[in-house]
């Protein structure tokens, strides 16, 4: 199963966020087969004085599908203020 890792670095007004789009295992491996799943994550992380502040998410969302996750992770670049509150 292909990887999916996107990182861009969106201005929106006077601020700066990363917003990355990941693919990763399934942790809850319940039924056979499970370890070999992915499923695709996309978060939003404010960047403020050059640091990245991965403990505060401003956005957070999963997929199941590689292409649903490249699709929102493309619309957020695009218009971000529908996807989280700035």
Same mark, same amino acid.
């Given at each position: 199963?292909r990887?999916?890792e /996107?990182? &861009?670095? /969106?201005?929106?007004? &006077?601020r700066?966020?990363?917003?990355s789009?990941? %693919?990763?295992?399934v942790?809850? %491996?319940?039924?056979?087969?499970?370890?070999?799943?992915?499923?695709?994550?996309t978060?939003?992380?404010?960047?403020?004085?050059?640091?990245?502040s991965?403990? &505060? $998410?401003?956005?957070n969302?999963?997929?199941?599908?590689m292409?649903? +996750?490249? +699709?929102?992770? %493309? +619309?957020?670049l695009? &218009? $971000?203020?529908?996807f989280?509150?700035l």
């Amino acid at each position: 199963m292909r990887e999916l890792e /996107l990182k &861009n670095i /969106l201005k929106v007004d &006077n601020r700066e966020f990363l917003v990355s789009t990941i %693919s990763m295992n399934v942790r809850h %491996s319940w039924f056979e087969g499970d370890q070999e799943k992915k499923v695709y994550e996309t978060m939003v992380f404010e960047i403020i004085n050059g640091e990245i502040s991965y403990d &505060n $998410p401003k956005f957070n969302e999963r997929y199941n599908t590689m292409d649903e +996750a490249i +699709a929102e992770h %493309s +619309a957020m670049l695009k &218009n $971000p203020k529908e996807f989280f509150i700035l």
